[in-house]
């Protein structure tokens, strides 16, 4: 499953659902904050644009989602 297949079966899902999925993969995107140089702007985005980066930037999480 590609990472666009994924992001429209989140799409499908309601409201608190997408909010589950993306509380935890912030959650893992916090857990190894140390591990990476560049900053959480999560903050800063609205919600679609923060998944927008953690999709793009978590492809480890997308095979996991994808099972």
């Not at 499953?1 to 429209?8: D, G, R």
């Not at 560049?38 to 793009?56: I, N």
């Amino acid at each position: 499953m590609s990472a666009s297949e994924v992001i429209e079966q989140i799409d499908k899902l309601g409201a608190d659902e997408q909010k589950k999925v993306f509380t935890f993969l912030a959650r893992k995107i916090l857990a190894n904050d140390g591990t990476s140089g560049k900053p959480w702007l999560g903050k800063r985005l609205s919600f679609e644009q923060a998944c927008d980066v953690v999709f793009r930037e978590n492809h480890d999480l997308l095979g996991l989602l994808a099972k």
